[in-house]
């Protein structure tokens, strides 16, 4: 009879997809190019957003975009519409991005000719918020109409991102949503998180989101020694 | 809801583990797994048979080990435990102190595994 043996393993399941968003970032840091993880749920607003900040900041930086999808071009089209270059990612029914789907992303770009490139991730708050990308800024956005409870059924999402952009706050009016206690309920899982609130539609706050976008993107240009 | 992907990682790891082990059959895998990430137990075990079927990970009994989610008082620098079912309420138990952060918890570690 075959003796059962015990093999050690001691690996992490997520390291391999850890090393290689820490090699994109470092390669991204020495080429100067800023990259903004985006991620949402469904309809709250990323390729509004993207739009609105691809206005803005299009004369300023060169921009590039990459849309995680399951399987559309939509996105892509909107944002080529607006004469920048985008990549579509195909995730044929993955549930979120990974460090190598955007190391093959990258390949399609032409990545010297660039300043700053914003991944939409799939539209999903639980799976984006495990896998790394490689990201400069972790940015999530939290529509009005999806509640202010959410900080705490996604915790983990909220405590990865450097900044949260509160979307649809045309909708305020006449709802429950209350903005002070999400603002707590956010910030005890994540006490450095930037907060901005929007309307993509009014285009009402983009301006301060945008500000803090360009500053974000002029650090990784101009590195302070 | 990755549990397929991960799953998928959890396969090709062990089964190179195993056969630079000379190994011709894996009975068993011990996994340590944080409380905050997403997974259930019960869907990571049939992920893994369906996955891991016509190889000689088929069968393998997954054990998941949980590790506590614990955060670290920004204030005063202690360690404490977090139920994730009143993690809206966390505080730093001996200071009160509210900004905290997340130290463990997200983990997802294959330990050992079982082979004949």
Redo the contacts between chains.
């Keep these: 009879m075959?003796?059962?043996?015990?093999?050690?393993?001691?690996?992490?399941?997520?390291s391999?997809n850890q090393a290689l968003a820490g090699q994109i970032r470092d390669a991204l840091r020495n080429h100067r190019i800023f990259l903004m993880n985006l991620m949402a749920s469904p309809g709250g607003g990323k390729t509004s957003l993207i739009l609105q900040t691809l206005r803005r900041l299009k004369d300023k930086f060169r921009m590039a975009v990459i849309e995680g999808d399951i399987d559309s071009q939509v996105d892509a089209e909107k944002v080529i519409r607006e004469d920048i270059p985008a990549v579509q990612i195909r995730t044929g029914g993955?549930?979120?991005l990974?460090a190598s789907m955007i190391e093959m992303a990258f390949k399609e770009l032409e990545m010297t000719a660039l300043d700053a490139i914003i991944v939409e991730n799939i539209g999903?708050l639980?799976?984006p918020a495990?896998f790394d990308i490689g990201a400069t800024r972790n940015v999530m956005i939290l529509s009005v109409p999806e509640g202010d409870d959410k900080p705490?059924k996604y915790?983990?999402m909220f405590?990865i991102c450097d900044a949260l952009v509160v979307n649809k706050t045309d909708y305020l009016e006449g709802s429950d949503f209350d903005l002070p206690v999400l603002r707590e309920?956010v910030r005890?899982?994540n006490?450095d998180i930037r907060i901005f609130e929007v309307s993509c539609k009014t285009g009402q706050g983009i301006d301060a989101w945008t500000q803090w976008l360009a500053g974000e993107i002029k650090t990784v240009q101009n590195p302070s020694p | 809801?990755?549990e397929l992907?991960?799953m998928e990682?959890?396969l090709n790891?062990?089964v190179k583990?195993?056969l630079k082990?000379d190994?011709?059959k894996i009975?068993g895998i011990s996994l340590r797994v944080g409380e905050?990430?997403?997974l259930v137990d019960e869907w990571m075990q049939r992920y893994f048979d369906y996955l891991s079927k016509e190889t000689i990970a088929a069968g393998a009994v997954l054990k998941i080990e949980r590790i506590p989610v614990i955060f670290q008082c920004?204030s005063c620098g202690m360690d404490f435990p977090v139920n994730m079912k009143e993690?809206?309420d966390?505080a730093c138990p001996a200071c009160q102190g509210?900004?905290?952060?997340?130290k463990s918890g997200?983990?997802?570690?294959?330990?050992?595994?079982?082979?004949?």
Excluded: G
């Design positions: 075959a003796e059962i043996r015990l093999i050690d393993i001691k690996e992490d399941i997520l391999d993955f549930c979120h990974d999903n639980v799976c495990e705490l915790p983990l405590s309920r005890k899982l006490p | 809801m990755h992907s991960v990682s959890i790891i062990v583990h195993a082990n190994a011709k009975l905050m990430t997403d920004e993690i809206r966390a509210n900004k905290i952060r997340l997200r983990e997802f570690f294959i330990k050992n595994i079982e082979v004949i």
